[in-house]
């Protein structure tokens, strides 16, 4: 007599029954089987941007180095509670069972957070306990926080943890997508009630800016990131890889672009007068925080050193007196060409090797 197989239709009568046998929702954890960035992890990203804007307009109220220092200490703990969300998502499925709810949970709490930066360091900062201290101890909180938050997984190893390295590598290329979003969304916010001439030029000159920074991440170096971490061995090598790498060094490519943001949001307001020596600094030395960390990145994957890149940071930081001294206007188009001055020196001097390294990608890619 032949035995039916767990699961095969049953016969009763002669009639055969094709009714699938009904499963239960499933509410344990996932791991995750797929590379691919999944809609929910996007929608979870879009709270950043809020998170983003606020330290942008925090620093943009109190345009002084106290200012600039609140402002980069709130986006370092906004950072690290985005980076937990980043490594939980590559190990398990963020769209089956609970997980799924425990991000919609998540994105309520990073709202919450990013609506309170405004007051944070003051006395109405309740979800802060750093907000009832006061001047250098309350900014020694802060930056207490940071570090124990950043320097756990350095001192206690990166061992025992799985992550999908296309995954990973794509979903930190996505937020900085979003912080050169929220860069144009500075441009729109600083511009005043008269949109004349010097208006249209500066914001023309911003989206340059905007997509010079874009161009030197997505060209070529994030391609080659997520090589070199697909390539590392599984484990050890490779979570430190990712976490050095994307966690830590991921931190001033944002910051950088945050500071380019401030910088273009006071140029909008008036393009004719010169910058402030704080917003001078944001802008010219927020590109070249964004490039130094390029250059540490590169470092840190491959050991090679990106010369032309420290440079051209260099050289931005030396401007920072003109800036003052020079129609912001002046500035940002000073800003524009010395990156599309980069742009064109590495496409040339560099132009077989990325011909080579973007064909083998796409090449694997399908």
Same mark, same amino acid.
């Given at each position: 007599m032949a035995r039916r197989l767990p699961g095969s239709p049953t016969c009763q009568d002669g009639r055969v029954s094709t009714t699938a046998p009904s499963r239960s929702p499933r509410i344990s954890a996932v791991m995750r089987e797929t590379q691919a960035v999944t809609p929910l992890e996007l929608f979870f990203d879009l709270v950043f941007v809020l998170a983003l804007t606020q330290c942008t307009a925090l620093m943009a109220d109190t345009p002084t180095w106290e200012g600039l220092a609140? @402002?980069?200490?709130? &986006?370092?703990?906004? /950072? /690290?509670?985005?980076?937990?969300?980043? /490594?939980?998502?590559?190990?398990?499925?963020?769209?089956?069972?609970? !997980?799924?709810?425990?991000?919609?949970? *998540?994105?309520?709490?990073?709202?919450?957070?990013?609506?309170?930066?405004?007051?944070?360091?003051?006395?109405?900062?309740?979800?802060?306990a750093a907000s009832f201290a006061d001047g250098p101890l309350q900014g020694g909180l802060w930056v207490l926080a940071i570090a124990l938050d950043m320097g756990g997984p350095y001192l206690f190893g990166a061992d025992g943890w799985k992550l999908m390295p296309a995954h990973f590598s794509e979903r930190h290329g996505l937020i900085v997508i979003i912080a050169l979003g929220e860069s144009i969304v500075a441009i729109g916010a600083g511009v005043g009630a008269e949109v004349g001439a010097g208006v249209v030029v500066a914001a023309v000159l911003g989206v340059v800016v905007a997509a010079g920074l874009w161009w030197l991440y997505f060209d070529i170096?994030? &391609? !080659?990131?997520?090589?070199?971490?697909?390539?590392?061995? =599984?484990?050890?090598?490779?979570?430190? %890889?990712?976490?050095?790498?994307?966690?830590? &060094?991921?931190?001033?490519? !944002?910051?950088?672009?945050?500071? #380019? +943001? %401030? $910088?273009?949001?006071?140029?909008?307001?008036?393009? @004719?007068?010169?910058?402030?020596?704080?917003?001078?600094?944001? %802008?010219? $030395?927020?590109?070249a925080l964004y490039l130094f960390a390029h250059v +540490?990145?590169? /470092?840190? *994957?491959?050991?090679?050193?990106?010369?032309?890149?420290? +440079?051209?940071?260099?050289?931005?930081? *030396?401007?920072?007196?003109?800036? !003052?001294?020079?129609?912001?206007?002046?500035?940002? *188009?000073?800003?524009?060409?010395? &990156?599309?001055?980069?742009? #064109?020196?590495?496409?040339?001097?560099? =132009?077989?090797?990325?011909?080579?390294?973007?064909?083998?990608v796409a090449h694997e890619n399908h």
């Open positions: 609140k @402002g980069l200490l709130v &986006l370092g703990v906004l /950072w /690290w509670a985005w980076v937990g969300y980043a /490594w939980l998502t590559s190990l398990v499925d963020p769209e089956e069972g609970v !997980v799924r709810l425990a991000i919609f949970a *998540a994105m309520a709490a990073l709202l919450v957070a990013a609506l309170c930066v405004p007051q944070v360091f003051e006395d109405t900062g309740l979800l802060t170096v994030a &391609l !080659v990131a997520e090589r070199r971490l697909s390539n590392a061995a =599984a484990g050890r090598e490779r979570n430190e %890889l990712a976490r050095d790498c994307y966690s830590y &060094l991921h931190l001033p490519m !944002v910051a950088g672009i945050v500071l #380019v +943001a %401030l $910088g273009m949001k006071k140029t909008l307001g008036e393009p @004719g007068d010169a910058l402030k020596l704080v917003p001078a600094v944001a %802008l010219l $030395g927020g590109a +540490a990145f590169r /470092w840190r *994957a491959i050991h090679r050193l990106n010369r032309q890149r420290l +440079a051209c940071g260099v050289i931005l930081i *030396a401007l920072v007196p003109l800036a !003052v001294a020079v129609p912001s206007i002046a500035s940002v *188009a000073i800003l524009a060409a010395l &990156l599309i001055g980069l742009i #064109v020196f590495e496409n040339h001097r560099f =132009a077989e090797l990325r011909d080579r390294l973007r064909h083998q």
